[in-house]
């Protein structure tokens, strides 16, 4: 079961929420009152004109004048207390109900103190004249202020009270008919003003509850779409960093991959490359070519002219041998210092020749002027190709061994050409000591 200290907060919610319909039921109603009010002010300018007219046949004119100023001053008094409606937030509600409810009293006074004037016994018809209007004024004041509490009486009884009570006590049967019918009549239509209160006060306060509900639903609507707003901002937000940071990852593994000068891929890329390389030449028996290129005298060109065109030749050089690699498992490395690694899969040795001397070619033609050179005027380079197809047991490093020595055989043979070897350095080597021998 739910404990009270549970039970607490939703009770407090639900009286904090009753408290706020009854509050709001309470300002309609003020508001349908005061509009009431102000609609009511031209009949009773008529009836207060009308019984000017009918006063000064019994009344002296300046009693009629007084009359006439006090209930100018009382309709004005009126006027301003419904005027006052419009700034009921800073009035006050319960002030402006007291001076709504003043301001009945003394207007209903004013019409009630006016019967006094007349003298019975009088004219029937002027009885019955006098009695219709202050009638048909006092249920116009229950109709129209009945939604407020005793406010519809505020009018009513001290209009008609005087008239009554003279009515009552006239002695004379006709009138004293017309007190009790009065009587009978206003009970009668204070009853149905009751009922008829209870039920618009419980259907305006099922609306106000209702208006309460949309409201809330609104504000909810509103608050979602505020957080789904939001929501959608930081999903945004969040896409935009883990794009951001997928291109630092993405830019800071090019930078660990790639070599800084010449932008090829650097050492580690290439052992990696070549040991995948390795394994699927040697599953499916297919040859595996490496090309090996070393700038010629390329030490002396850096004394001779600078590092900073030495650089400047590294990258136009990678430019050249990186135009010899044309299909998409090709790879070209930066081996080290002034030396590049073209990584050729399925590729025999006479094609890995070809892309050697090329290169060679392609690097002789920059026409690169080289002073310091002992090979040529221009900068030249020196490359070795190897090609295996892996057997069981040899290892990556054994391809690299053989395009190295392939290389150094372009050295001593005065550089600015290629040497290729077939099969690793082992047979290469026991190939020239047999050629020796013979």
């Not at 030495?310 to 690699?325: E, Q």
């Not at 030396?339 to 899969?345: E, R």
Request: proline content about 3%.
């Amino acid at each position: 079961m739910t404990g009270p200290e549970e039970r607490g907060p939703a009770a407090m919610a639900l009286a904090r929420e009753a408290t706020n319909t009854d509050d709001r039921v309470a300002a309609r109603l003020c508001q349908i009152a005061a509009a009431n009010g102000r609609s009511a002010i031209l009949p009773v300018l008529v009836s207060v004109a009308c019984y000017a007219g009918l006063l000064s046949r019994v009344v002296p004119s300046s009693v009629l004048r007084g009359w006439l100023t006090a209930m100018a001053l009382l309709v004005g008094a009126r006027l301003i207390v419904l005027a006052l409606h419009a700034r009921v937030e800073s009035v006050g509600r319960q002030r402006w109900l007291v001076l709504n409810a003043l301001s009945l009293v003394g207007c209903g006074l004013g019409f009630g103190i006016s019967t006094q004037w007349l003298e019975f016994p009088q004219e029937t018809w002027v009885i019955a004249v006098v009695n219709l209007w202050l009638g048909g004024l006092a249920c116009g004041a229950l109709l129209s202020q009945g939604l407020l509490r005793w406010h519809g009486l505020a009018f009513a009884v001290p209009a008609l009270a005087p008239l009554q009570i003279r009515l009552l006590a006239s002695g004379d049967p006709t009138l004293l008919g017309l007190g009790i019918g009065n009587l009978v009549f206003f009970a009668y239509l204070f009853h149905v003003v009751q009922r008829s209160q209870t039920h618009t006060i419980g259907e305006l306060r099922h609306r106000v509850a209702v208006e309460a509900i949309v409201e809330r639903l609104a504000l909810e609507q509103a608050r979602s779409a505020s957080l789904v707003e939001k929501l959608s901002a930081e999903i945004a937000r969040r896409r935009k960093t883990q794009a951001a940071l997928i291109e630092a990852r993405n830019r800071a593994r090019d930078l660990s991959n790639l070599d800084p000068l010449t932008k090829l891929a650097n050492r580690r890329v290439f052992e990696r490359v070549l040991d995948r390389e390795w394994s699927r030449a040697r599953r499916e028996q297919r040859p595996l070519s490496l090309v090996l290129c070393d700038l010629d005298r390329f030490q002396a060109y850096n004394e001779r002219y600078g590092h900073h065109a030495g650089d400047k030749c590294l990258v136009r050089v990678a430019d050249v041998i990186a135009g010899y690699s044309r299909r998409a498992g090709d790879l070209v490395a930066r081996f080290g210092g002034e030396q590049f690694a073209v990584l050729l899969p399925e590729t025999s040795e006479l094609a890995a020749l070809d892309v050697a001397d090329s290169i060679r070619a392609g690097i002789h033609d920059l026409t690169l002027l080289h002073g310091a050179s002992d090979v040529e005027r221009v900068l030249t380079a020196s490359c070795g190709s190897a090609t295996i197809t892996p057997a069981p047991g040899q290892r990556p490093q054994q391809l690299v061994d053989a395009a190295a020595h392939a290389l150094q055989r372009a050295k001593r043979a005065g550089r600015n050409c290629v040497f290729t070897v077939t099969g690793t350095l082992a047979q290469e080597q026991e190939q020239e000591q047999n050629e020796e021998e013979k």
